[in-house]
């Protein structure tokens, strides 16, 4: 028992407490082009990792499909001007944001260290032990910073926030990650751009311009290539 429920708490601290607190609480404290090019820095944080803990390398094609679809998402981010990178200006909240994104790197990689029990059983476990974990913060914020206030705006989104950034996200990345490594599941961050991009468009009117046409089709590319499973060595 005591051999299953340690990776269940490092992985509850790591990739609940820990990552949803600090993303949630930078927000406040950056802008969010700085915010989406620290997001984009996971699928590199993760193979970094990987290789640190475990020793996994990364093959040719990943390396190449991790830099394309990098290009890519900076280039959406950007909206395909580079000298957007000379205007940007460091924000209180960059450092924790990164922190945020160097700790979702680790719960990322060291899912292989959960025990062997149904993706469910595993949620209800990380919530329940990530929710505890974050309690004393809950109540110290309720009693000497804020209190929330439950009008119908604030009720939807946090049922929103429960439903899909929370319950869904995470069992899909889990069984992501089950099923084709950490490595080459952390190449799918970068599809946010292009996610965005799309809300944009269809519920904004926004236009669809060169540079999303650009940048989508970097990340499409990069992720063919970095997701392509290595040809078996023959006997």
Same mark, same amino acid.
């Given at each position: 028992?005591?051999?299953?429920?340690?990776?269940?708490?490092?992985?509850?601290?790591?990739?609940?407490? &820990?990552?949803? /607190?600090?993303?949630?609480?930078? $927000?406040?404290?950056? /802008?969010?082009?700085?915010? !989406?090019?620290?997001?984009?820095?996971?699928?590199?944080?993760?193979?970094?990792?990987?290789?640190?803990?475990?020793?996994?390398?990364?093959?040719?094609? $990943?390396?190449?499909?991790?830099?394309?679809?990098?290009?890519?998402?900076?280039?959406?981010?950007?909206? +395909?001007?580079? &000298? /957007?990178?000379?205007?940007?200006?460091?924000? $209180? =909240?960059?450092?924790?944001?990164?922190?945020?994104?160097?700790?979702?790197?680790?719960?990322?990689?060291?899912?292989?260290?959960?025990?062997?029990?149904?993706?469910?059983?595993?949620?209800?476990?990380?919530?329940?032990?990530?929710?505890?974990?974050?309690?004393?913060? !809950?109540?110290?914020?309720?009693?000497?910073?804020?209190?929330?206030?439950?009008?119908?705006?604030?009720?939807?989104?946090?049922?929103?926030? =429960?439903?899909?950034?929370?319950?869904?996200?995470?069992?899909?990345?889990?069984?992501?990650?089950?099923?084709?490594?950490?490595?080459?599941?952390?190449?799918?961050?970068?599809?946010?751009?292009?996610?965005? /991009?799309? !809300?944009?468009?269809?519920? !904004?009117?926004?236009?669809?311009?060169?540079?999303?046409?650009? +940048?989508?089709?970097?990340?499409?590319?990069?992720?063919?290539? =970095?997701?392509?499973?290595?040809?078996?060595?023959?006997?």
């Amino acid at each position: 028992m005591r051999a299953k429920i340690w990776p269940l708490i490092l992985l509850a601290v790591f990739g609940i407490t &820990a990552f949803n /607190t600090l993303v949630y609480w930078s $927000q406040y404290k950056t /802008t969010a082009v700085n915010l !989406f090019l620290l997001n984009a820095t996971v699928p590199l944080l993760i193979p970094a990792f990987s290789f640190l803990l475990f020793r996994d390398r990364v093959n040719r094609w $990943q390396g190449l499909g991790i830099a394309l679809a990098m290009v890519g998402a900076v280039t959406i981010i950007l909206q +395909g001007n580079l &000298a /957007t990178l000379l205007d940007l200006t460091v924000n $209180q =909240g960059d450092a924790v944001i990164l922190l945020a994104m160097v700790l979702y790197a680790i719960y990322s990689t060291c899912l292989r260290l959960k025990p062997s029990i149904h993706p469910m059983s595993m949620l209800v476990a990380l919530f329940a032990l990530g929710n505890l974990f974050i309690l004393p913060f !809950f109540i110290w914020e309720h009693l000497f910073v804020a209190q929330i206030e439950f009008t119908p705006k604030t009720i939807i989104a946090l049922i929103y926030i =429960g439903i899909f950034p929370s319950f869904l996200a995470y069992l899909f990345f889990n069984r992501g990650v089950e099923l084709i490594g950490a490595n080459r599941a952390s190449l799918y961050f970068h599809l946010m751009p292009i996610m965005g /991009t799309a !809300f944009s468009v269809m519920l !904004f009117g926004e236009p669809f311009a060169g540079y999303h046409f650009a +940048g989508t089709a970097l990340i499409v590319v990069g992720l063919i290539l =970095g997701t392509r499973r290595p040809k078996a060595s023959a006997d």
